[in-house]
Protein backbone atom coordinates (compact mmCIF):
# COMPACT_ATOMS: atom_id res chain seq x y z
CA UNK A 1 0.00 0.00 0.00
CA UNK A 2 1.34 3.41 -1.01
CA UNK A 3 2.51 5.51 2.44
CA UNK A 4 2.32 9.08 2.97
CA UNK A 5 2.92 10.56 6.01
CA UNK A 6 3.15 13.95 7.29
CA UNK A 7 5.02 15.15 10.22
CA UNK A 8 2.21 16.88 12.03
CA UNK A 9 -1.46 16.52 12.50
CA UNK A 10 -1.49 19.53 14.75
CA UNK A 11 0.35 22.51 14.60
CA UNK A 12 0.07 26.07 16.22
CA UNK A 13 2.39 28.72 15.33
CA UNK A 14 2.70 32.84 15.66
CA UNK A 15 2.69 35.22 12.92
CA UNK A 16 5.44 35.92 11.29
CA UNK A 17 7.12 32.89 12.22
CA UNK A 18 8.54 30.50 9.79
CA UNK A 19 6.70 27.24 9.19
CA UNK A 20 7.95 24.04 7.88
CA UNK A 21 5.38 21.12 7.27
CA UNK A 22 7.09 17.73 5.67
CA UNK A 23 5.62 15.13 3.48
CA UNK A 24 7.37 11.60 2.97
CA UNK A 25 6.33 8.72 0.36
CA UNK A 26 7.69 5.38 0.61
CA UNK A 27 6.34 4.38 -3.00
CA UNK A 28 9.04 6.03 -5.14
CA UNK A 29 6.74 8.24 -6.81
CA UNK A 30 7.67 10.70 -8.94
CA UNK A 31 5.44 13.30 -8.41
CA UNK A 32 4.41 15.29 -5.44
CA UNK A 33 1.66 17.70 -4.46
CA UNK A 34 0.75 20.39 -1.81
CA UNK A 35 -3.22 21.21 -1.18
CA UNK A 36 -5.34 23.27 1.25
CA UNK A 37 -7.73 22.75 1.90
CA UNK A 38 -10.94 25.42 3.74
CA UNK A 39 -14.18 25.00 4.33
CA UNK A 40 -16.78 26.16 1.54
CA UNK A 41 -13.65 26.31 -1.18
CA UNK A 42 -12.37 22.74 -1.24
CA UNK A 43 -9.29 21.20 -2.30
CA UNK A 44 -6.68 24.05 -3.64
CA UNK A 45 -3.29 23.30 -5.16
CA UNK A 46 -0.48 24.94 -4.06
CA UNK A 47 2.70 23.86 -5.65
CA UNK A 48 3.90 20.55 -6.94
CA UNK A 49 6.64 19.20 -7.94
CA UNK A 50 7.60 16.22 -11.15
CA UNK A 51 11.01 15.49 -10.22
CA UNK A 52 13.94 16.37 -7.51
CA UNK A 53 14.42 19.66 -7.30
CA UNK A 54 11.92 20.79 -9.56
CA UNK A 55 8.72 22.39 -8.79
CA UNK A 56 5.73 24.44 -9.77
CA UNK A 57 2.89 27.10 -8.93
CA UNK A 58 -0.03 25.82 -8.07
CA UNK A 59 -3.53 28.02 -8.28
CA UNK A 60 -2.06 29.61 -4.71
CA UNK A 61 1.80 29.78 -4.35
CA UNK A 62 1.55 33.45 -2.72
CA UNK A 63 3.31 33.28 0.68
CA UNK A 64 4.03 29.99 -0.07
CA UNK A 65 7.65 27.60 -0.90
CA UNK A 66 8.47 24.69 -1.38
CA UNK A 67 11.45 22.36 -1.81
CA UNK A 68 12.00 19.05 -2.69
CA UNK A 69 15.71 17.77 -2.71
CA UNK A 70 14.97 14.06 -2.06
CA UNK A 71 12.47 12.28 -4.57
CA UNK A 72 10.46 10.41 -1.25
CA UNK A 73 10.31 14.12 0.94
CA UNK A 74 8.43 17.64 -0.17
CA UNK A 75 8.43 19.90 2.15
CA UNK A 76 6.28 23.07 2.42
CA UNK A 77 7.44 26.32 3.56
CA UNK A 78 5.44 29.63 5.19
CA UNK A 79 7.86 31.88 4.75
CA UNK A 80 6.34 34.41 7.33
CA UNK A 81 2.85 32.32 8.48
CA UNK A 82 -0.20 35.02 8.81
CA UNK A 83 -3.73 34.64 9.86
CA UNK A 84 -5.23 33.40 6.50
CA UNK A 85 -2.59 30.43 6.47
CA UNK A 86 -4.90 28.87 9.22
CA UNK A 87 -6.27 25.73 6.90
CA UNK A 88 -5.74 21.89 6.63
CA UNK A 89 -3.01 21.13 4.83
CA UNK A 90 -2.55 18.22 2.77
CA UNK A 91 0.41 16.30 1.05
CA UNK A 92 -0.21 13.72 -1.94
CA UNK A 93 1.98 11.41 -4.32
CA UNK A 94 1.42 9.90 -7.63
CA UNK A 95 3.39 7.26 -9.64
CA UNK A 96 4.16 8.97 -13.22
CA UNK A 97 3.18 12.10 -15.04
CA UNK A 98 0.43 11.77 -16.73
CA UNK A 99 -0.49 8.75 -13.94
CA UNK A 100 -3.02 10.78 -12.68
CA UNK A 101 -4.33 9.10 -9.00
CA UNK A 102 -3.26 11.04 -5.93
CA UNK A 103 -2.78 9.00 -2.73
CA UNK A 104 -3.11 11.49 0.04
CA UNK A 105 -1.24 12.21 3.41
CA UNK A 106 -3.15 12.14 6.85
CA UNK A 107 -3.14 16.15 6.66
CA UNK A 108 -1.69 18.93 9.13
CA UNK A 109 -3.95 21.21 10.97
CA UNK A 110 -2.19 24.40 11.01
CA UNK A 111 -3.72 26.95 13.47
CA UNK A 112 -1.85 30.62 13.06
CA UNK A 113 -2.14 32.97 16.08
CA UNK B 1 -11.39 26.13 -17.38
CA UNK B 2 -12.20 22.72 -16.57
CA UNK B 3 -14.75 23.12 -13.86
CA UNK B 4 -16.36 19.78 -11.49
CA UNK B 5 -19.32 20.44 -9.69
CA UNK B 6 -20.63 18.14 -7.25
CA UNK B 7 -24.40 18.03 -6.15
CA UNK B 8 -26.39 17.74 -3.60
CA UNK B 9 -24.10 19.62 -1.02
CA UNK B 10 -24.97 17.39 1.88
CA UNK B 11 -27.36 14.15 2.25
CA UNK B 12 -28.62 12.66 5.01
CA UNK B 13 -29.90 9.23 4.53
CA UNK B 14 -31.72 6.99 6.89
CA UNK B 15 -29.45 3.53 7.50
CA UNK B 16 -30.14 1.31 4.14
CA UNK B 17 -32.13 4.08 2.06
CA UNK B 18 -30.12 3.92 -1.07
CA UNK B 19 -29.07 7.24 -2.99
CA UNK B 20 -26.62 9.16 -5.69
CA UNK B 21 -24.58 11.71 -5.76
CA UNK B 22 -24.19 13.31 -8.73
CA UNK B 23 -20.33 14.90 -10.25
CA UNK B 24 -20.44 16.82 -13.37
CA UNK B 25 -17.80 18.14 -15.35
CA UNK B 26 -16.51 20.11 -18.39
CA UNK B 27 -12.86 19.51 -19.56
CA UNK B 28 -11.70 18.66 -22.86
CA UNK B 29 -10.09 15.54 -23.48
CA UNK B 30 -11.44 13.51 -20.63
CA UNK B 31 -8.77 11.20 -19.37
CA UNK B 32 -10.13 9.93 -16.07
CA UNK B 33 -12.85 10.51 -13.20
CA UNK B 34 -11.01 10.04 -9.68
CA UNK B 35 -13.37 9.43 -6.54
CA UNK B 36 -12.58 10.01 -3.18
CA UNK B 37 -13.80 9.69 0.36
CA UNK B 38 -12.73 11.58 3.03
CA UNK B 39 -13.62 11.36 6.53
CA UNK B 40 -13.27 14.24 9.08
CA UNK B 41 -10.19 15.74 10.38
CA UNK B 42 -8.34 13.00 7.20
CA UNK B 43 -6.65 12.78 4.40
CA UNK B 44 -9.03 11.64 0.66
CA UNK B 45 -8.86 7.94 0.48
CA UNK B 46 -8.94 6.89 -2.91
CA UNK B 47 -11.61 5.01 -4.37
CA UNK B 48 -12.20 4.56 -8.28
CA UNK B 49 -11.13 5.91 -11.60
CA UNK B 50 -13.25 5.89 -14.15
CA UNK B 51 -11.83 6.39 -17.54
CA UNK B 52 -14.50 6.24 -20.44
CA UNK B 53 -18.17 6.34 -21.00
CA UNK B 54 -20.12 3.31 -19.94
CA UNK B 55 -17.77 2.53 -17.34
CA UNK B 56 -18.81 0.97 -13.79
CA UNK B 57 -16.71 0.37 -10.90
CA UNK B 58 -17.82 -0.57 -7.39
CA UNK B 59 -16.63 -1.45 -3.91
CA UNK B 60 -18.53 -3.06 -0.83
CA UNK B 61 -21.94 -0.36 -0.92
CA UNK B 62 -20.50 2.17 -3.27
CA UNK B 63 -20.84 1.94 -7.13
CA UNK B 64 -19.27 4.40 -9.54
CA UNK B 65 -20.48 5.22 -13.49
CA UNK B 66 -19.23 7.75 -16.24
CA UNK B 67 -21.48 9.12 -18.92
CA UNK B 68 -19.83 11.93 -21.04
CA UNK B 69 -21.05 14.63 -18.99
CA UNK B 70 -21.48 13.53 -15.78
CA UNK B 71 -20.38 10.40 -13.18
CA UNK B 72 -22.79 8.93 -10.39
CA UNK B 73 -22.02 7.28 -7.13
CA UNK B 74 -24.40 5.46 -6.17
CA UNK B 75 -24.42 4.42 -2.38
CA UNK B 76 -26.94 0.88 -1.98
CA UNK B 77 -28.07 0.04 1.44
CA UNK B 78 -26.14 2.35 3.48
CA UNK B 79 -24.67 2.43 6.52
CA UNK B 80 -23.45 4.64 9.01
CA UNK B 81 -19.54 3.65 8.37
CA UNK B 82 -20.43 4.81 4.69
CA UNK B 83 -20.96 8.61 6.27
CA UNK B 84 -18.05 10.69 5.24
CA UNK B 85 -17.61 13.30 2.47
CA UNK B 86 -17.19 12.29 -0.96
CA UNK B 87 -15.05 13.92 -4.10
CA UNK B 88 -14.80 14.01 -7.40
CA UNK B 89 -11.95 14.76 -9.68
CA UNK B 90 -10.63 14.82 -13.23
CA UNK B 91 -7.35 15.83 -14.38
CA UNK B 92 -6.65 18.90 -15.86
CA UNK B 93 -3.92 19.34 -19.55
CA UNK B 94 -1.49 19.85 -17.36
CA UNK B 95 -2.02 16.47 -15.52
CA UNK B 96 -3.36 18.92 -12.00
CA UNK B 97 -5.97 17.12 -10.57
CA UNK B 98 -9.40 19.59 -10.30
CA UNK B 99 -11.88 18.51 -7.73
CA UNK B 100 -15.21 19.00 -7.01
CA UNK B 101 -16.19 20.92 -3.61
CA UNK B 102 -17.66 17.25 -2.11
CA UNK B 103 -20.91 15.93 -1.64
CA UNK B 104 -21.20 15.42 2.75
CA UNK B 105 -23.20 12.02 3.24
CA UNK B 106 -24.71 11.47 6.55
CA UNK B 107 -26.36 7.91 7.32
CA UNK B 108 -28.33 7.96 10.43
CA UNK B 109 -28.76 4.58 11.93
Known amino acids: DVKVTQSSRYLVKRTGEKVFLECVQDMDHENMFWYRQDPGLGLRLIYF???????EKGDIPEGYSVSREKKERFSLILESASTNQTSMYLC????????????FGPGTRLLVL | EDQVTQSPEALRLQEGESSSLNCSYT??????LFWYRQDPGKGPEFLFT???AGEEKEKERLKATLTKKESFLHITAPKPEDSATYLC??????????FGAGTTVTVRA
Open chain 2, 27 to 32: VSGLRG
Open chain 2, 50 to 52: LYS
Open chain 1, 49 to 55: SYDVKMK
Open chain 1, 92 to 103: ASSLLRGQETQY
Open chain 2, 89 to 98: AVPSNDYKLS
